[in-house]
């Protein structure tokens, strides 16, 4: 918040608010902070004449609201700005953020071991948020897009695989006829929020087959004596605490979250790096950067609103379902899901989100009006022109 609030002392206003509270020398000399000098003049004329064309129209609230909802152009960019906020989300960003130690703990990591490790992919995400400044002008929206997109699915389909692999080595399991925790392997009996993994282990560390039994974070309702490898109801025994495979008199293990042994723990952790590096310098932070460069200045505040709020709502959306999801889906299978909202956010932007790079506010309004063609402008002219000329002779 410090360094923010520094940098936020040197941040000039923009050249068109400068114009718009009668500052146009201002802006002028922003603008030649900004921009390359021979770009200058033009958007500074550009700008003037949207201000001009702005305070001739000075529309009341239910006028504005009236062309809003009536310009195709600003329509067509409000399905794009909020479907790339949409699609931040589903995602599975807040997911990845908001639960990271837990993913690591469900990968086979210990709790301690998952709260450091949980450094990774925030680290991961600050190193390629900057990446993505650098590359952003360079390759343009759309491209940088489409890669992180690839990358995201990528990523998920890993930590999946990773989870499925976890589960066919796992230890087996006997279920109590319990319909709750009716499970034959650990990786299935800790994916389910209500079970546990009970089980004795030798002297040499082997894990013999365990109980998946009912049972929270804390303690399980049952676990496994020294002689045999039945469930014992706890008004016999004393609580097991999870972890405490080490006890000298009975070697029992209770598990929660995750199973003994899992030798794919690493494949997990290198999948959410993986979905990281990707998602820090596309889809993280585009979503923002194309919202802000798509509307006319007219209708600019009122769409960028509406699309922060549903950003907002498919984020509170995520959130609350993670754990619902894991509960019913198993990890590999949410995982799975959140790649193939993946997969459609792909499709989203390579049929819907045009290249905004090196295009004014000025011009937006144009690139969206166009049928047909709005992200084929750019590499197919000539179909978008005679697509234009055919529109208009039919008007």
């Known amino acids: 918040s410090i360094i923010m609030f520094i940098g936020f002392l040197f941040m000039p206003e923009t050249p068109r608010w400068l114009i718009f509270h009668g500052k146009p020398q201002k802006a002028r000399r922003v603008l030649y902070k900004l921009r390359h000098p021979s770009e200058v003049e033009k958007?500074?004329?550009?700008?003037?004449?949207?201000?001009?064309?702005?305070?001739?129209?000075k529309l009341g609230i239910v006028a504005l609201m009236k062309k809003f909802f009536t310009s195709k152009a600003v329509i067509i960019a409000l399905i794009v700005g909020c479907g790339l906020q949409m699609f931040q989300q589903l995602g599975g960003i807040n997911t990845v953020m908001y639960y990271s130690a837990s993913i690591i703990e469900m990968a086979g990591f210990s709790d301690n071991q998952s709260i450091w490790l949980s450094a990774i992919p925030a680290f991961g995400n600050f190193i390629f948020t900057i990446v993505g400044l650098i590359l952003v002008d360079r390759l343009g929206r759309r491209k940088l897009l489409i890669g992180s997109l690839i990358g995201v699915i990528v990523g998920f389909l890993l930590l999946s695989g990773s989870f499925i692999l976890s589960d066919v080595q796992s230890v087996r399991a006997h279920s109590l006829?319990?319909?709750?925790?009716?499970?034959?392997s650990c990786g299935t009996c800790v994916g389910d929020s209500r079970c546990g993994f009970c089980a004795y282990h030798n002297d040499t560390g082997v894990y013999i087959n365990g109980t998946?039994?009912?049972g929270n974070k804390h303690h399980s309702d049952c676990f496994i004596s020294n002689n045999?490898?039945?469930c014992q109801l706890y008004s016999d025994y004393q609580d097991i605490e999870e972890g405490s495979g080490n006890d000298s008199e009975t070697n029992k293990f209770w598990t929660y979250n995750s199973c003994p042994n899992n030798k794919y723990a690493w494949l997990s952790l290198v999948a959410l790096f993986i979905y990281i590096m990707f998602?820090?310098?596309?889809?993280?932070?585009?979503?923002w950067t194309i919202n802000s460069e798509i509307y006319p200045t007219w209708a600019r505040s009122t769409a960028i609103s509406i699309a922060t709020a549903t950003n907002w709502i498919f984020n509170l959306f995520v959130s609350l379902t993670f754990l619902t999801f894991a509960d019913n889906l198993g990890q590999p299978g949410t995982f799975g899901f959140y790649a193939g909202f993946g997969v459609l956010g792909l499709i989203f932007v390579v049929f819907l989100v045009p290249e905004t790079k090196g295009r004014s506010l000025e011009d937006m309004e144009d690139l969206f009006r166009r049928p047909y063609c709005i992200n084929w402008c750019d590499n197919n002219e000539q179909y978008c022109l005679l697509k234009d000329i055919t529109d208009d002779n039919k008007e």
């Open 279 to 287: 998602f820090a310098p596309g889809m993280g932070p585009l979503p």
């Open 43 to 57: 958007e500074y004329k550009e700008i003037v004449a949207d201000y001009e064309e702005y305070t001739k129209l």
């Open 228 to 230: 045999t490898d039945d």
């Open 212 to 214: 998946c039994s009912p």
């Open 177 to 184: 006829l319990n319909d709750k925790c009716s499970y034959t």
